[in-house]
């Protein structure tokens, strides 16, 4: 069994900053990239960012700059920073981790549950 558990959404102003947390447990051999999706309503689910296991990330044009990606090997752990947030920001935003099991020999990508997002104007 392999979860994993977002925490820290919510509303804020425009402006504001938020931070996105999310652990991976369970059986777990390896993980390799990290990072987050997210999806407003009526539009389809959106790559944003993603790191890799030695720190390499990469980022959509629409957060580049305001949004920061980071992880903790040890905890297992992905982050998100969010600075200068935006109305359009607002969606669920969902974790992922392409990890594999012990039980398996290929990787899989395993989401989070979501956390809203509520940036208003």
């Known amino acids: 069994q392999v979860q994993l558990v977002e925490s820290g959404g919510g509303m804020v102003q425009a402006g504001g900053s938020l931070r996105l947390s999310c652990a991976a447990s369970?059986?777990?051999?390896?993980?390799?990239?990290m990072g987050w999706y997210r999806q407003a309503p009526g539009k389809q689910r959106d790559l944003i960012a993603a790191v890799g296991p030695d720190g390499n990330t990469a980022y959509a044009d629409s957060v580049k700059g305001r949004f920061t990606i980071s992880r903790d090997n040890a905890k297992s752990t992905v982050y998100l920073r969010m600075d200068s947030l935006k109305p359009e920001d607002t969606a669920v935003y969902y974790c992922?981790?392409?990890?594999?099991?012990?039980?398996?020999?290929?990787?899989?990508?395993?989401w989070g549950q979501g956390t809203q997002v509520t940036v208003s104007s």
């Open positions: 369970g059986s777990i051999r390896s993980i390799n990239a």
């Open positions: 992922f981790a392409d990890l594999r099991r012990f039980s398996e020999s290929n990787y899989s990508k395993n």
